[in-house]
């Protein structure tokens, strides 16, 4: 039990479909985040929500949507995704406090298949 | 800018012996570093981390951390390795307060 929990796992998805991707946490921490990671690739960051505010948007195209609604609960929209889109998606929270460096937490990930 | 580096794409090592994954960091400022191991199929898992104090950090499952700042390094070590070690281990740094930068991760086979 990892405290952070996405779902679904796996998603196979055509290029023209649309579908979200869910991550909870009940750790009561207060930022969250999605990291998309590849193969022979670093982890790439790619939107954070800190008290459910957006704090950073490295650059992602806007086929992918975030949405936070609460602290406990983030989802990342998916439409007209590419190929190299595929890859695993991961979720992370972590309590933040100033003057502090916690670790974050992570989730296992969604695999995710564009075909 | 904050930066980390993993120069090993992978370590091979023996069941029961010592193993070192390698880190080292670029920062402005006073590091505050981590570790973190992934299994197969599995998020990212923290091992451990360096704020401030003793150089040497101890974390999970017996792995600990050597902070080396005239050399900038972070490594990984572990006094005698097992086979359930093999995994994918990233070294990261904070860049803001609530943000990290992940090294490129350095896979560890320990063979029995």
């Known amino acids: 039990e990892t405290g952070v929990t996405q779902t679904p796992r796996h998603l196979v998805m055509g290029m023209t479909n649309k579908k979200s991707l869910k991550c909870e946490q009940h750790l009561g921490h207060n930022a969250m985040y999605w990291y998309k990671q590849s193969a022979k690739k670093p982890l790439e960051l790619m939107f954070v929500?800190?008290?459910?505010?957006?704090?950073e948007n490295n650059s992602v195209p806007s086929r992918f949507s975030p949405e936070c609604p609460n602290s406990s609960h983030l989802f990342l929209h998916l439409h007209t995704l590419q190929p190299e889109d595929s890859a695993l998606y991961l979720c992370?929270?972590?309590?933040?406090?100033?003057?502090?460096?916690?670790?974050?937490?992570f989730g296992d990930g969604t695999r995710l298949s564009i075909l | 800018a904050q930066s980390v580096a993993q120069p090993e794409d992978q370590v091979n090592v023996a069941e029961g012996n010592p193993l070192t994954v390698k880190c080292t960091y670029s920062v402005s400022g006073n590091p505050y570093l981590f570790w973190y191991v992934q299994y197969p199929n599995r998020g990212l898992q923290f091992l451990l981390k360096?704020?401030?104090?003793?150089?040497l950090v101890k974390g999970s499952y017996g792995f600990e951390a050597e902070f080396n700042k005239s050399q900038t390094s972070f490594h990984l070590k572990k006094p005698s390795a097992l086979v359930s070690d093999s995994a994918l281990y990233f070294c990261a740094v904070r860049r803001d307060t609530d943000k990290l930068i992940f090294g490129t991760g350095t896979r560890l086979q320990v063979f029995p």
């Open positions: 929500y800190n008290f459910k505010e957006q704090t």
């Open positions: 992370a929270s972590s309590l933040q406090r100033q003057g502090q460096a916690q670790p974050q937490h």
């Open positions: 360096y704020i401030t104090g003793d150089n």
